[in-house]
C-alpha cells in the first residue's frame, strides 16, 4: 500500500479507536475511578462488574496501539521531510509509552478488583495512583513528546488549522501529564476535554490531507 494511502488508513483507524476509549471512559471506566467521588460506590463498581471495567481498559489499550500504528505511519509517508531523524526517534519513544500505558492497565485491570473485594481501601489507592504515574504521567509525556517530534518536521506540509490541532495535543498532553503528577482530578478531565478534540481534528486533517504540500 502507498504510504500516504496507509497514512490516511492509521489516521482513521487512530480517531476511531480513542473515539471508542473516549466512550468507554464516559460510559464506563468513570464509576472506578477518581471522578467517583463515592469511594464504597467506586470499589462496588469494580468488584460487580469487572468485565465491563476490562473492557473500558482493553479499549485504551487499542487505542494506545493505534496511536502507535499512526505514528509510524507518519513517519514512512514523511521520511523525505528535513530532521526525518526526528520521525524516526518518535516511533522509537512510543514503544516505550506503549509499555508504560500497558504497564498501568494491568494494575488496573488485574489488580485493583482483587484489592476492592478485599477492601484493602490503602493499598487500592495506592496502586491506583501508581497507575495514573505510569499511564497519565511517564506514558502521556512520551506519547506527547513523540507527537511534538512529528508535528515540527512537518509543519510546512500541513495547513495551519491541522498544524494548530497537532499543537493542541502537544499543549494538552503535556498538560494532562502536570495535572496527573499532581493528582488534581479536575484538571485531568479539563486537559482530557481539551486533548481528545485536538487529536481528533488533527487526525482528521491527516487522514484528508496526508502532507500533500511541500516542505
Not at 20 to 37: D, V
Not at 115 to 139: E, I, K, M, P, S
Not at 167 to 185: E, R
Amino acid at each position: 500500500m502507498n504510504p500516504r494511502r496507509r497514512l490516511r488508513l492509521s489516521a482513521g483507524i487512530a480517531l476511531a479507536a480513542h473515539l471508542a476509549a473516549g466512550l468507554s471512559m464516559a460510559a464506563i471506566l468513570r464509576y472506578g475511578l477518581q471522578t467517583n467521588l463515592d469511594l464504597a460506590s467506586r470499589l462496588a463498581f469494580l468488584v460487580e462488574h469487572r468485565a465491563l471495567w476490562t473492557v473500558g481498559w482493553l479499549s485504551w489499550t487499542l487505542a494506545g496501539l493505534s496511536i502507535l500504528y499512526f505514528y509510524a505511519c507518519y513517519s514512512a509517508a514523511h521520511q523525505d521531510a528535513r530532521n526525518a531523524g526526528w520521525l524516526r526517534a518518535a516511533v522509537f519513544i512510543t514503544y516505550f509509552a506503549i509499555a508504560f500505558d500497558w504497564s498501568a492497565q494491568w494494575i488496573e485491570i488485574v489488580q485493583l478488583p482483587g484489592l476492592a473485594r478485599q477492601g484493602d481501601l490503602a493499598a487500592f489507592l495506592d496502586r491506583h495512583r501508581l497507575a495514573v504515574l505510569l499511564t497519565g504521567g511517564l506514558a502521556n509525556i512520551l506519547y506527547t513528546i513523540a507527537a511534538a517530534l512529528l508535528l515540527w518536521p512537518t509543519r510546512a506540509r500541513y495547513a495551519p488549522a491541522i498544524v494548530a490541532a497537532g499543537a493542541g495535543v502537544v499543549i494538552f498532553g503535556t498538560a494532562m501529564t502536570l495535572a496527573s503528577v499532581a493528582d488534581s482530578t479536575r484538571w485531568l478531565f479539563v486537559t482530557n476535554a481539551g486533548l481528545i478534540p485536538c487529536l481528533s481534528v488533527w487526525l482528521i486533517g491527516v487522514a484528508l490531507d496526508a502532507g500533500d504540500g511541500a516542505d
